[in-house]
C-alpha cells in the first residue's frame, strides 16, 4: 500500500515543493535550522539513517522528528513527546479577510514577540519564508496571525494560529484560518493542520470551521548521542 504523503508530510516538502530549502545527509533530510526546526527521516529509517542524522544535526544536538513512532537507537535520548492530530479540509468556508495584512521579513521581530506569548509551536526567523503569513494588526500592533508551513504536493498546512490574548473571543484565528485557506485553494491545493491531542479548544474551532481529524501523531523531539561509537546501533 502507498504511503499518502500527510504520512510523513516534513519529507514530502522537503522533496517537493520545499525541496530549495532542503540540507540534506543521505536520506535524510531537514529545514535550515532557522527556517524550521523539523527534520525528516525515511519511512522506515535504518542504522545509516539514524547515523546521517547524527551528521546533519551534530553530537549532542536536539532533533525534532515529527510523526515519528518507531524504536529509537541505543543512546538517543527522548527530550520531548507530545500526542498530536491532523486535520484537512473537509468543507472549510475559505474566504478572502480584508483586515488581513501580509507579513514578511520586515515583520518577523513582532511575529516573534507574539509567538512568545502565545506559544503555537516553533517558529524561527526564516519561518515566513515557509509560505503565505497573514496578520491582523490594532493601532499599528501585530495582533493576531496564521501563515502556511509544511508543503507536500498538493497540500499546504496551516500553521502559527495565534491571537494577542487581550484580542481573544473576537473570531481573529477563524477569519485568519478561513484567509490562508483561500489562497491555498487558490492554488488549487488543499489546507491541512496539526495541533496537540489535548488541545481541545482549538480542535472543536478545527471541527467546527470544516476540518476533519485524518489521524493521530506525535510530536517528539530526540537528543543525539555525545559520543560517536553510539551513533549507529
Known amino acids: 500500500m502507498t504511503a499518502h504523503v500527510l504520512d510523513n508530510p516534513a519529507l514530502a516538502s522537503l522533496t517537493g515543493?520545499?525541496?530549495?530549502?532542503?540540507?540534506?545527509?543521505?536520506?535524510?533530510?531537514?529545514?535550515?535550522?532557522?527556517?524550521?526546526?523539523?527534520?525528516?527521516?525515511?519511512?522506515?529509517?535504518?542504522?545509516?539513517?539514524?547515523?546521517?542524522?547524527?551528521a546533519l544535526a551534530g553530537p549532542g544536538a536536539e532533533v525534532l522528528l515529527p510523526g515519528f513512532g518507531g524504536e529509537l537507537p541505543e543512546g538517543w535520548e527522548i527530550t520531548f513527546h507530545m500526542e498530536g492530530v491532523q486535520f484537512v479540509d473537509d468543507g472549510l468556508a475559505a474566504a478572502p479577510e480584508p483586515e488581513a495584512v501580509l507579513l514578511g521579513p520586515a515583520d518577523v521581530p513582532e511575529i516573534l514577540d507574539l509567538i512568545s506569548r502565545t506559544q503555537p509551536g516553533p517558529f524561527e526567523r526564516r519561518t515566513v519564508e515557509l509560505g503565505t503569513y497573514l496578520g491582523i494588526r490594532r493601532d499599528g500592533a501585530l495582533i493576531a496571525m496564521a501563515g502556511e508551513r509544511l508543503h507536500p504536493p498538493g497540500w499546504t498546512e496551516i500553521s502559527a494560529v495565534c491571537t494577542d490574548p487581550a484580542f481573544r473571543g473576537e473570531g481573529l484565528a477563524t477569519r485568519l484560518i478561513r484567509a490562508v485557506a483561500h489562497g491555498i485553494r487558490e492554488r488549487g491545493e488543499t489546507p491541512f493542520l496539526h495541533t496537540g491531542a489535548g488541545n481541545t479548544n482549538a480542535i472543536r474551532l478545527y471541527e467546527s470551521l470544516g476540518f476533519r481529524l485524518r489521524r493521530t501523531v506525535a510530536f517528539l523531539a530526540v537528543r543525539v548521542p555525545e559520543r560517536p561509537a553510539a551513533l549507529v546501533p
Do not use: K, N
Open 17 to 54: 515543493p520545499h525541496a530549495h530549502f532542503a540540507e540534506r545527509s543521505g536520506r535524510v533530510l531537514r529545514y535550515p535550522v532557522d527556517v524550521s526546526p523539523w527534520l525528516a527521516l525515511p519511512d522506515e529509517p535504518d542504522a545509516q539513517d539514524w547515523a546521517d542524522v547524527a
